[in-house]
């Protein structure tokens, strides 16, 4: 099938990694994939939450937001705490960036990650997790100036969507394929290649084990791509 913007089957959107976007943050990006735009910052704050504290560990949250007027229509604050999609995204979000630690054990510090989408053309979770990675990376660098500590940040953790559309199993869903799409799935990993998380729902039908490992691999091969573009945007 033809897709909107004339993309193969596995190809990802044109991705962009702008590092250091935020100039008082100890860590940021500004992660463009497609038409979707994700402004990401990592700050570094004394003190965790009740259940950490007394035991000398550090903690890793994240919170998510999507920006009025980042989709066709005008979306309202959430002004009253964040809703149950908010929610669920945002604890997706700390979930994999947690998993990409290496140790807890930098004092009783906390990393809060925010990730503002500024504007959504599909796939803003999975754009959000992978710009969170490179800002916590950095995050941790500033930290391990500060505590004299080897950094605590382990592997990197990326993250895209796949769907079958039309029938066509395809890569990096942009929103008109994520809405028509049969089957969706988000798929988190850490650098090389191990699975952090599989969202995988039958949107308007259902997938057999067959499709299920094509949607993996499609993932997979996306995935290694960002683990790069990642890598460039630390090395510069």
Not at 108 to 119: P, R
Not at 163 to 185: S, T
Request: proline residues 4%; glycine residues 12%; contains cysteine.
């Amino acid at each position: 099938m033809a897709r909107p913007d004339n993309r193969e089957a596995n190809q990802l959107r044109p991705v962009s990694i702008d590092r250091g976007a935020n100039p008082y943050a100890e860590g940021s990006c500004l992660i463009r994939a497609g038409g979707t735009l994700v402004h990401c910052t990592a700050s570094v704050e004394t003190g965790v939450p009740p259940f950490r504290k007394g035991s000398g560990l550090g903690w890793v949250t994240a919170e998510y937001a999507m920006l009025p007027r980042a989709t066709s229509e005008r979306n309202n604050r959430e002004r009253k705490g964040p809703g149950g999609r908010t929610q669920e995204i945002q604890r997706l979000i700390g979930r994999s960036l947690r998993a990409s630690m290496a140790t807890f054990a930098f004092g009783e510090y906390t990393i809060k990650i925010d990730c503002d989408v500024f504007v959504a053309d599909g796939g803003t979770r999975c754009a959000s997790i992978t710009g969170a990675s490179v800002a916590l990376h950095e995050a941790c660098a500033w930290l391990a100036g500060q505590t004299g500590q080897p950094s605590p940040f382990g592997r990197l953790v990326a993250a895209v969507s796949v769907g079958k559309v039309a029938g066509e199993q395809l890569l990096d869903l942009a929103y008109v394929e994520d809405r028509d799409a049969e089957v969706d799935a988000n798929v988190v990993m850490l650098d090389p290649d191990a699975f952090v998380e599989v969202q995988g729902t039958g949107e308007q039908g259902t997938f057999d084990r067959a499709e299920l490992d094509g949607l993996l691999d499609l993932a997979n091969g996306g995935i290694q791509e960002l683990f790069a573009l990642q890598r460039v945007a630390l090395a510069g």
